[in-house]
């Protein structure tokens, strides 16, 4: 299995400020066929199934705010909020499907300094 | 708009099985897999499987001896089976879309949309 690990796994962050969370897989999940890495960004606030951010490392699902861009590649991964809004306090987990099983981050808890 | 809506039992006792079912309604049923995951409560993410309409299966290794996923094209619906369950078990149990097939292919993909959860609880 590829086990993804994310950092921190706790982060509070002011209002208006950036947040980072990064996420690393054990081993690499870029296709070199396509050139595309196979990790995913999701958003889980309480009750409430997750939420796609991110697919492709760094494609914005439709609807989502601009405020979060993904990048990297290969086995280092970043989701990023450029100005941290109070509806962005969540958890969120990155995922692999570039191999069965399918593996999640452990998720980082994004809080308000 | 792709909605997914399941049902099944929501408390059992140790060494029974749960039974859960997810209904697909708009978009197409066929040319995607669907996916079961759970989540303990307080806990993180874990992917248990998926299934396409041809029924092609892929299971994690950690639960391949006690989990089946069949699907019903006919109902556009799935099905997820957990034997011999134990307090272990207890999460919410959420069903989604994965992957996508064109013709003969299949290819791995995200996650969306995902159904409700529904909390299973083993207790005795």
């Known amino acids: 299995d590829i086990v993804m690990t994310q950092s921190p796994d706790s982060l509070a962050v002011s209002l208006g400020e950036r947040a980072t969370v990064n996420c690393k897989s054990s081993?690499?999940?870029?296709?070199?066929?396509?050139?595309?890495?196979?990790l995913a960004w999701y958003q889980q606030k309480p009750g409430q199934p997750p939420r796609l951010l991110i697919y492709?490392?760094?494609t914005r699902e439709s609807g989502v705010p601009d405020r979060f861009s993904g990048s990297g590649s290969g086995t280092d991964f970043t989701l990023t909020i450029s100005s941290l809004q109070a509806e962005d306090v969540a958890v969120y987990y990155c995922q692999q499907y570039y191999s069965t099983p399918y593996t999640f981050g452990q998720g980082t808890k994004l809080e308000i300094k | 708009q792709v909605q997914l809506q399941q049902w099944g039992a929501g408390l059992l006792k140790p060494s029974e099985t749960l039974s859960l079912t997810c209904a697909v309604y708009?978009?197409?049923?066929?040319?995607?897999?669907w996916t079961w995951i759970r989540q303990p409560p307080g806990k993180g993410l874990e992917w248990l499987g998926e299934i396409n309409h041809s029924r092609t299966t892929n299971y994690s290794p950690s639960l391949k001896s006690r989990v089946t996923i069949s699907v019903d094209t006919s109902k556009n619906q799935f099905s997820l089976r957990l034997s011999s369950v134990t307090a272990a078990d207890t999460a919410v149990y959420y069903c989604?879309?994965?992957?996508?097939?064109?013709?003969?292919?299949?290819?791995?993909?995200?996650?969306?949309?995902w159904g409700q959860g529904i909390l299973v609880t083993v207790s005795s």
């Open positions: 081993q690499g999940v870029l296709y070199n066929s396509n050139n595309k890495n196979y």
């Open positions: 492709w490392a760094s």
């Open positions: 708009g978009g197409s049923f066929s040319g995607y897999y």
């Open positions: 989604a879309r994965g992957g996508y097939c064109t013709g003969s292919s299949c290819y791995s993909s995200w996650v969306d949309p």
